[in-house]
């Protein structure tokens, strides 16, 4: 009964394959191999268009090398206010960027909307050099509250964020699951509705430590070569990139894996809302649940061997309130959580529920 | 009827004969000459204890250089919405702490409370090492709306971030204006209050440009020179600094001028109240007005020759709106500020408001 | 016949296969796992002492997170003149250490000596905060030319650094093949010697991607864990370093990898000495070749298939100099270096010398 | 007989003046006042072109601050072994620059000379992103050693760089005393001559604070502006600056100081030549003295109240040698030093002498 997250499972058999298989031989250093050209290619195929792409190991270094290619130092970011890349990267952003500033310009809630960006640029006027202009926008995809953004809601904030000089960044740490959630082309939530940057992580759904950063607006290689080798992310064995990149989306196993993820996820879903006391802040959309439920409840889950962690209630939707017997958890699926396990853990919480 | 700042009047007459006396002859450099060192003793006189001061050019290297030496570049600085490091500095803060991150913890307007640190660490979960700690609380004195913290106040926000493991910095590009609208000694909202680094703004009082960063915990002297000189601040002739401090504070020289920029603020106050139409976001307790008034008498005041800016409405207190023909402006008073000047503006209002 | 590098091989086949049973189930995150419990541990004997390891994915990443521990931004870091940290690593250190300085101290040849530390000294004069303080020292074992410090040569480098006020760090990228060429402890020319912080290499020698930082002095622990989290080098599913470092510790595997490698430098070494024409410039004590040659040789070698390096005339001895028809080259053996590959590589060299 | 420096003296008489004229009255901040404006004009007319000119405080925030806009992080900049830059201006380069690095090129004697930068480019292969790419030569005028470069050497070395994808930056911290050298028009020595980039001091030669960050080729400002101000050196009382230039430039006086120090450098080579056991390192150019005398000469003077500083033997001409009794000592004279200091001291020279 594990849904702490989705990145505590080691690699899919058939990414695990085609790395063992890439093993083999000897080939040119730092991503000048046959697999990770392979891979790009398969990234260009994926995405029905031409890009560079750049593979590093963790989605903080692929976030920030990212944003650290958008922005000058004296700028700032926007984004949500409960950003992966604002709360869970320590300030790799400042870092690599060399001290330009996230800005939150939402609340806790919900996912971003164009209202927060218009909210934003009305009170905030910019003389230079005094204050710090924005000049990105981050969007997080699927968003950390576990929501989608639909093709036409990217589109529109790519829209209001360019009107500005903004360029768009995309986290797309559970990519996948959005993709396959929304059931579109990878491109229409991407380079088709204006995103300018997309970190594509393969970690989180199937791959063992993966992550490549996709410039849609070719003219960043160079820069973003010098960056990733400061740091001290070009990976001499290169293929070791390009043999999970491959692995994972070749035959659109991705997708596959992601689709088995939304699915339990919908499957946990539909069981747990039919118990009394049980109540979803969010809907399901990807592969993350967010249920409130009887504190007392939640305490005989973990005693009874469930593994999930206790959330953050700034997260909550503004017009849901915990009462004092209430808490917050999240639930992750993953491509590996298998219908035994969510049956259990359905089976134990309307037991113990009761 | 000069408004705009009170940082584009030049230095007062004794600073500048100060200066003038320093410039003859030869001095040892870099800050190990005679006035440096009687600038220094003056400022332990000054506030009644030890310490530790180093002589800057302007506000925004004081503040960036003094926080540098209380966070490591993974924590985080509280400050207020509207703080002047957040707003008015670039992103110097995070150049001189190499990727520190300024967090608002309040809302635009008022000041800062002890319920706003609460609040935040209510709602702010720290993992090491994924979430950036917060280390730091920096405060305004006197505060961005123009407000003064009383002792009482610096001393309950000083012991809430102590309790936290918080250090204190104090922006104090107008202490001098707190302290004489206070009545009270500087140590009081100071280090008896808990202030661990103050940063003392002479620059907008009377000096030219001068700042002193005053450690009061001691032992942060040798960091806080070799950043000094990475930043390009570590002046050769070093008696332009210690001769400026020299003669702004013998004598009580600096509250004798601040004093008198308080002063023509009240005497602004008295007058402008009392013209049907206006009147006073914040009450007046240093030398900053920010008033509310009908744009055609804040557009015929400029017509007529008068000098000030509009002001952002983010920062008018919670309860106070706008009318659609009313906005927001703001009047600062300084040591230059003469009756007569002040007179002509509160006559010309009258005149023009009715 | 590839003799390019030792970093363009895959994995051991026993790193591999421990990767693959590492992959299977879930495991707590961020190196939290029993396997990375069980690679530290397995350190701590291999070293026979306490010590905190970290690991991660590159040697630049490791040598620039281990120097950042080690010195304050305006401090130096002395380092031989080919150091790879200098030559090799873009400018990492320097984004690292927030622009410390590297300074060169010797030649371009040889090992460093105790003589370069104390001409460095000889000639330095600091005046804080003028001038910048050395205060690290950093060893490449084996070294840049392919020989080996001995333990009694570590020794004196670290008396000498350590009676300066230096921390002495050691990039062990071939620090494996060291100690197979000298058949002692690793302790012996790591922490027993002197060195503070060991960069272990497992990435040329066997692994796929996997160094370690190793801090002898403990209590850099908390410090690293902020600055790797903030590069971007903490990996989720971490067991991926730990089963690979376990797997190459285990049995002595490491240490058989680096002598097969070492062995087959030693036989191309006897081997090429026979063939008229061809000399060595360094003695051959890791698995390294410098090796010189008639240019038309070199042309005939690499047209018939043989793989290498031209490589940077600046790095032989002091008294050798190249004939006006003659090349240097490198040579480097690998723990996947056939007996076959380098008979063929031999017999062609002689054939195509006469 | 106060030889130590040029920056421990005042502020010439005539730009304290134009500084208490420009501090009367009101004036817009940041450097748009009338002062400034004059200034900069005053400096086109300097140097008959156009051109985009910056002040701040120090000759070392001067130097970053103009390196920062030729380089990226990842690159390198070459200077003398013996550069102001490297030597005695802490880690600055590195902190403005986001973590460059600094290479000298020549020996730490004598002047750079194109043969410096062919011997770099002969020894130095760059393959991206490896190693770090040159992308800016740094000369001193007049050079450490008190030697001045004539316009056909300068316009040697610029062209040799621009060749090879270089920036020029001259640290100009004496080019008023080099162009009073040469008798020749600034033009000639800077932008005419292929400078990109000039740092103009005035504080050694009669200013209080004030360089001039100079760009020959336009389109650096915005740039410009932003750094200056996330350094903390955008002055709220711009005119500070402003009025030392205006009083400095105006009317030739600062050749004028500039010879006079020239003069006086002169004045004591002539005597001092001529005593016995006294030797100059370097011939004399400008305002410095490299002297080599007997160890107890040097004693008794400062003894008798001569003050000088010991210089570093290590940029001592090639063939050069000190006997043991000998020693090195630096005069620097400065627009203030009188006939009388300069006589007294010969004459006690003479005396302690024999």
Known sequence: ?????????????????????????????????????????????????????????????????ALSCLVDPWHSILCHAKAHILRDESTAPEFYTGGARLVPISGGDGKLEVRHLEHYFRITEVHAPHNSLAKALSITQAAENGLVYSAGEVASLCEAAHGRGLSVHMDG?????????????????????????????????????AEAVIFFRKGSAEEFSHRRKRG?????????????????????????????????AARLFSALTSIPGIRLAWPVQANELFVILPVRLAERLLSAG???????????????TLAADETLIRLVTSFA??????????????????
Not at 175 to 204: E, H, R
Not at 338 to 347: I, L, M, Q, T
Request: glycine share 12%.
């Open 232 to 264: 001290g992310h070009l990976l001499s064995k290169g293929r070791l990139f390009g043999a999970q990149f491959l692995g994972w989306l070749q035959d659109g196993h991705w997708l596959e894996l992601a689709g088995h993820a939304n699915g339990q």
């Open 337 to 354: 959580t298998s219908d035994e396990n969510v049956d259990r853990f359905c089976a134990k919480a309307k037991d113990l529920a009761t």
């Open 306 to 320: 469930a593994e999930f962690y206790g959330w953050d209630r700034g997260s909550l939707p503004a017009d849901t």
């Open 1 to 65: 009964m594990y849904f702490r997250s989705d990145n505590q499972t080691g690699a899919s058999d058939r990414v695990m394959e085609t790395l063992a298989m890439a093993n083999r031989g000897t080939t040119p250093g730092y991503g000048d191999d046959e697999w990770s050209t392979r891979a790009v290619d398969m990234l260009k195929e994926t995405f029905g268009c031409d890009l560079e792409a750049f593979f590093v190991l963790t989605g903080t270094a692929a976030n920030s090398l």
């Open 173 to 209: 740490a559970r990519f996948a699951n959005a993709v396959a959630a929304l059931g579109c082309m990878p491109a229409d939530i991407s380079w088709k509705a204006g995103v300018d940057v997309l970190c594509l992580g393969a970690t989180k759904n199937g791959g063992l430590a």
